[in-house]
């Protein structure tokens, strides 16, 4: 699919999710529109505070349309949902299963996901070179998941173990994925502690450590030194499960990095505009240490 850039230099953007008041996404976009020159404003729809639930997607998607919007991002937990209610996808987001940013263009909405690159990217840039990849563990298979998985197996994961609480869910996606990788690469998990005991790494990709979602996706009593450990949650910065597995001794790395690089391919979902990862991630840095 083309890359869009409207004809004006002003941009309306927002962000669709629930408990959503602390995210950075209005910072991250509006520093960086500012620094290239241009007008943009970026707001929070968290449907909880709006006492919306998904049955009103059509409904904000109409008046956001409507409204002149250039576009939105999507989060928990509405980017498999969102799906019903575009025209059409990118050859990516279609393979996924789900959607993180949606375009607004001549009566049309076409979705996008940037979490599989920002995912990856973060991981290449923020894990040791040494870091195995040969057994992973992921907590989560919904529209967060799907794109961590994609991007897991897409860096060279042998065998991605999948522990969701919809063991449905968790079933489609393994196959999904093993249609896409190769038989055998992704597998639903039984038993967390015998896959965590022969993993080289753990995901977490729940709300699980999220602000309104306290709490870890995984005990404490499973993790080990030998693991890396990564959280797609940012804030907080540091979840439950990361400060855990820093006390055991993991290595482990937050969720800043996917936030900003997913951020980098929004915004030019938005705007039609390359955005400068370092400056977002400086900008990032600020924002936090102001929070």
């Excluded at 040969?134 to 998941?145: P, S």
């Excluded at 993993?199 to 995984?218: C, E, F, H, K």
């Excluded at 996917?258 to 390359?274: D, I, L, N, W, Y």
Aim: charged share 20%; glycine share 10%; proline share 5%.
């Amino acid at each position: 699919m083309t890359q869009f850039r409207p004809a004006t230099e002003r941009y309306l953007t927002g962000l669709i999710g629930r408990d959503i008041q602390a995210s950075l996404s209005p910072w991250l976009h509006e520093s960086e529109a500012d620094a290239q020159g241009i007008r943009l404003v970026y707001r929070l729809f968290d449907l909880a505070v709006e006492q919306m639930a998904a049955d009103d997607l059509p409904r904000l998607l109409d008046a956001l349309q409507l409204s002149g919007f250039a576009g939105v991002n999507v989060t928990h937990p509405y980017k498999q949902a969102i799906i019903a209610h575009l025209d059409e996808l990118s050859p990516q987001a279609r393979q996924i299963g789900s959607v993180n940013t949606v375009v607004f263009r001549d009566g049309r909405r076409f979705g996008f996901n940037t979490d599989v690159t920002g995912f990856a990217e973060n991981l290449r840039s923020g894990l040791p070179p040494a870091a195995r990849f040969d057994r992973v563990v992921q907590m989560g298979a919904g529209g967060a998941g799907a794109a961590t998985a994609h991007a897991l197996l897409d860096l060279g994961v042998g065998e991605l173990s999948l522990f969701d609480p919809n063991a449905q869910r968790a079933e489609e996606l393994c196959v999904a994925l093993c249609g896409t990788y190769g038989a055998g690469r992704a597998i639903v998990g039984q038993d967390l502690a015998s896959a965590a005991g022969a993993a080289d790494g753990i995901v977490n990709a729940t709300p699980l450590g999220m602000s309104g979602y306290p709490g870890s996706a995984v005990p404490k009593a499973l993790l080990r030194p030998e693991l890396w450990v990564t959280d797609i949650v940012y804030f907080p910065l540091e979840t439950q499960l990361l400060r855990e597995a820093k006390e055991v001794g993991c290595t482990t790395l937050n969720g800043s990095g996917m936030t900003v690089f997913q951020a980098v391919g929004a915004f030019e979902h938005f705007t039609g505009r390359k955005a400068d990862p370092a400056r977002m991630a400086d900008n990032f840095r600020v924002a936090r240490e102001g929070a």
